[in-house]
């Protein structure tokens, strides 16, 4: 196996494009490290992409924020205006594991794990966060939710890589929330996972909303009718109850020894409407 670490994306991209064998990006290594020593993969290739210095930033942009690709979780916890303008992400992320796992993990590698059951990305897709993408053919940008299309792929072509993410700006009283159910208190696998956000006019009724769920399907879920459920409303009981069904009736989960299919649906209306009434203290300023 050889292991490159190159210092910029340009020289990154053309390394993965030019091997024939089996590639993988290095960010944290916290899901890629285990798979190679448990002998799941070999790979031919390994570039690490802790070197890329841009990569490595956290910038304001255009009233956002871009988290570069090799930021690792436990930095975006310790950054102000991150924290206070997506606090739903930041939950997530670190969330991820142990201090020790957050001092590598990055929520890049969170999703380019295509893991259903990955806890930053209901959070991100919540957000409408986008991901611009370098490859052999230039930049692409695509929505977080279209980045994995099954376990363990995504629609990443040969010799791309993911270079950062974008957290959008948003409109006074918006807000987000992330919750996930384990069965113990840390360091477990999300059952389900649950993202809300949404922004409200100057008379408190949602007029924006994203709903995401984790964990109940092969792929991350963006459910509109469960968002279509606050829009318009105060987000009164009425409607977290018609927001929870809605959350429920979308969820197409296995079943298996961490959780019965039956349990996941029920859960994912618990988690969605108890994350929409945390998000909708927030952006009420509570
Ligand atoms: C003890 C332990 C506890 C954990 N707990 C949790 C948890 O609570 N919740 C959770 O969601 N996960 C958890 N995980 C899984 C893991 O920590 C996360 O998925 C983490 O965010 C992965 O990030 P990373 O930077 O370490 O990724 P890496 O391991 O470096 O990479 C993961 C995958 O993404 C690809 N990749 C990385 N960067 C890029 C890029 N820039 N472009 C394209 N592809 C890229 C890699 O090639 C690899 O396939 C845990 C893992 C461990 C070991």
Known sequence: MRY??????????????????????????????????SGQIEPDLVV????????????????????????PS???????GLRRLWPGVVEAANLIGSTQ??????????????????????????????VTIAGPRGRRELPVEDVATAPGKTALAKGEIVESIFLPARPPRSSDAYLRFIPRT????????????????????????RVSLGAVAPRVLLVKEAADALIGTSIDEAALDNLAAAASAACRPIDDKRGTREFRIQVAGVLARRAAAIALRRAKGQ
């Open 4 to 37: 490159e670490a190159p210092t910029t994306v340009d020289r990154a991209v053309s390394l993965l494009a030019a091997e024939k064998g089996l590639t993988f990006i290095l960010a944290g290594g916290t899901d890629l490290l285990v798979r190679m020593k």
């Open 48 to 71: 690490d992409v802790k070197r890329i210095e841009p990569l490595r930033r956290i910038t304001a942009e255009g009233g956002g924020y871009r988290i570069g690709a090799a930021v």
């Open 74 to 80: 436990a930095e975006l916890g310790e950054h102000e």
């Open 101 to 130: 796992i957050q001092g590598r993990a990055t929520m890049t590698g969170n999703l380019c794990n295509a893991s259903p059951a990955a806890d930053s990305v209901p959070a991100l897709v919540a957000a409408g966060a986008t």
């Open 186 to 209: 840390e360091m477990d696998i999300a059952v389900v996972g649950a993202g809300v956000s949404l922004t409200l006019d100057d008379k408190g009724i949602c007029k924006a909303a």
